[in-house]
């Protein structure tokens, strides 16, 4: 099994990049930890890169970084070979790992082959929309087209109870006609944030422990809008509910 971690950052006048990784620090692999702390430096001379890899058992890796397109090719001696870490672009967010023995464009041995992903760092929220529960819905939806000129747009599901407002952008206002308004933590008043990593963000809330619903109230169920957007309901410490979307902004 091949793991790894790392972090880039600039050193303070921006001449070196500093790589900090992570990774197996025993032969059976079961401790992973801080293992390599390295720099890389370009040289002028050489139009490369020049880096140092230093590792927690006490070695030194030396060698240079070169760049053909997107991919990354770092060479290096270990022992008696010239190896061949070998980054080749896929795309925005994917290489192809590769290290080995490799001369004129040709591998002759290859002694690791893996993939990296970026993985994202947060779930990108986004404002979606909030709603009210109201007794009188052509009068209150009247005032807030007429008094906030908020323009109306169509429920996607052109049920009936319901009238919907821009705010800007794609942000909205729901009004949901109910006959009685009792102050309680109703699913119907709930706050809405929106994600494209739905799938993530509910992997998330199991390793918390947190239960998510769709809009029936059924358990670690998601709820397929007629417009193509995927929802789920998750309640706050208090008890106020909190939907969860994929429409997109």
Known sequence: MFKQEITFSYSLDSTLVIAESKGFTDK???????RNHGVR????????????????FG???EGTVKSRDKD????YDYGATKVTDYWK???EDTYDFIVGVYKKGEWEQIYLKTQFVVQPSGFD????HYSLVVTKLV????FYRDIFKLKEIPHPDKAPGFRWFNVEGNSQLHLIKKEVV???KDKSIHLCLSTQNLKTFMAHLKENNIEFYDWPGTKNAVTDRSDGVKQIYIQDPEGYWIEINTAKH
Do not use: H
């Open 89 to 91: 672009y896929i795309d």
């Open 182 to 184: 009792e102050f309680k």
């Open 59 to 61: 070695g030194t890796t």
């Open 125 to 128: 929220f986004q404002f979606d």
């Open 28 to 34: 059976e692999q079961r401790a992973f930890g801080p």
């Open 139 to 142: 009068e209150t939806g009247d």
């Open 72 to 75: 990354i090719l770092y060479t």
């Open 41 to 56: 430096k370009f040289d002028p001379k050489t139009n490369s890169i020049k880096f140092w890899e230093f590792d927690i």
